[in-house]
């Protein structure tokens, strides 16, 4: 194990990283700090939880002076997560003189401003917004050195990617670029190599996206039965508790559940106000919300230490997705729960992402003596229907005439959508770009 100090950190990096209590490097910072460090391009992969924001922070802090106009850029593709890395910047930068502006949709154009105006050095952004400030020329990146895109699978999928040129256009060739997340699809990684010159990877857990240290089960339930469950669940645990939905109107209805049984939940959703938004999120990392009820904006990244459980109330459309929303439990090494709920219609998807799961699954209708009774017509059609689609496996077809095979896209498993584009970070509908259409994050597009 290397401690900070090895790593070539300055001093005043390394009083806010004793601050904070860090003691050794975890793998990720341990890997990827040096090799920036250097002036390499990088690739990040590691498991949820595993400390990829300080890698990239504490490198491009290192490199960067301050007063000296804006050389960092970290992307993200949600505001509360944005927001969460800024944060997180910011202590690791208080003993250095620079400043961290976070810049995202939602927040009045003003406040932006005037904190740009006071001088930064590293932006946070969404890509929306960032686009914004930089027509206006609010923002300018001339003298960027260091950008970063954090969950890059996201950021370079269909929905972000021409935003992402776009922005990187505009800044220098001669940069040091990082791109990280916990996922990183081969498509991906080959798409990064447009962008990146010559990257080291490093990727730490690439064939293994078990969810190390969580603990995860399975209930196959009828839907109606779901919130009976989540009650049973939710009971006996200390610690808080993240429910994630498949839409924004089951996220709502379940908070008013939680809420009626005298549950502190907030909740999370792409249509809410983006001042709910971190009203509610503020509850919730502080303790004073003990359940987070969200769709899958809340899936990527968001690092709340005392999450001792997820549920998915509702399978998730991508394998993916399950695996970032596990890892909202577990960080930094600690113990956490995951439990699926899957209802009869949703038994496709679940065998999909079950295959992907390479760590003991408990079966919790085994466990509890909960019998299924599986209507015939929906065990014909389990077997699968991703990457292509309904017409696999002898053209099996739904009565309930939901376009795309089970609300999925039919441009296959990872990143299209014919769905209108409501991706929370860009003003909750309010974008031009809002609804090119054509995103995805897998293939739905309800967050
Ligand atoms: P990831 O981006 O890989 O999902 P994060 O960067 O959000 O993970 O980090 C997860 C948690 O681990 C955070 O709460 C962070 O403060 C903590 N952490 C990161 N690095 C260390 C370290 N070296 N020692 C102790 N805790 C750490
Ligand atoms: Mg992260």
Not at 17 to 27: C, N, T
Not at 283 to 307: E, N, Y
Request: glycine share 12%; with cysteine; aromatic share 8%.
């Amino acid at each position: 194990m290397t401690k900070f100090k090895d790593l070539g950190l300055n001093d005043d990096i390394l009083k806010g990283i004793v601050d904070l209590g860090f003691d050794e490097a975890f793998p990720i910072q341990e890997a990827v700090i040096p090799v920036l460090l250097t002036g390499r391009d990088v690739v990040g992969q590691a498991h949820t939880g595993s400390g990829k924001t300080a890698a990239f922070a504490l490198a491009m802090l290192q490199e960067i002076q301050p007063r000296n106009g804006i050389q960092g850029l970290v992307m993200a593709p949600t505001r509360e997560l944005a927001i969460q890395i800024a944060g997180e910047i910011r202590k690791f930068a208080k003993y250095t003189k620079i400043k961290v502006v976070t810049v995202y949709g939602g927040q009045g154009m003003g406040i932006q401003l005037d904190a740009l105006h006071r001088g930064a050095e590293i932006i946070v952004a969404t890509p929306g917004r960032l686009i914004d400030h930089l027509k206006r020329g609010s923002i300018e990146l001339r003298d960027i050195t260091h950008i970063v895109l954090d969950e890059a699978d996201t950021m370079l999928d269909m929905g972000f990617v021409d935003d992402i040129s776009f922005i990187l256009d505009l800044a220098p060739e001669e940069r040091v670029m990082s791109l990280y997340s916990a996922t990183m699809p081969t498509e991906i990684l080959r798409l990064s190599e447009e962008y990146l010159n010559n990257p080291k990877q490093f990727l730490l857990d690439s064939d293994d996206l078990s969810g190390e240290g969580i603990d995860q089960s399975f209930l196959v339930i009828k839907d109606r039965d779901k919130f009976k469950y989540l009650i049973d669940f939710v009971k006996p645990i200390k610690g808080q508790v993240i429910v994630f939905c498949s839409t924004k109107y089951r996220t709502r209805d379940v908070a008013k559940f939680l809420h009626q049984e005298k549950y502190n939940a907030v909740a999370i959703e792409g249509d809410m106000s983006q001042h709910r938004r971190e009203q509610a999120m503020g509850k919730f990392r502080s303790g004073k919300a003990d359940i987070l009820v969200a769709t899958d904006v809340a899936s990527r990244g968001i690092d709340v230490p005392r999450v001792k459980l997820v549920v998915n109330y509702d399978v998730p459309n991508v394998e993916m997705a399950y695996f970032h929303r596990i890892g909202r439990t577990a960080r930094a090494g600690a113990e956490g729960r995951a439990i699926t709920f899957v209802s009869y219609s949703s038994l496709g998807d679940w065998n999909l992402i079950k295959r992907q799961i390479h760590a003991p699954l408990k079966d919790l209708n085994q466990e509890m003596g909960i019998q299924i009774s599986i209507p015939d017509p929906l065990k014909r059609q389990m077997p699968s229907r991703r990457y292509g689609g309904q017409s696999r496996g002898g053209g099996y077809s739904r009565g309930g005439g939901r376009s795309g095979g089970y609300g999925r896209s039919g441009g296959g498993g990872y990143g299209r959508s014919g769905g209108r584009n409501s991706r929370d970070d860009r003003g909750g509908g309010r974008r031009r770009d809002d609804d090119k259409g054509k995103n995805s994050y897998g293939g739905r597009s309800k967050w």
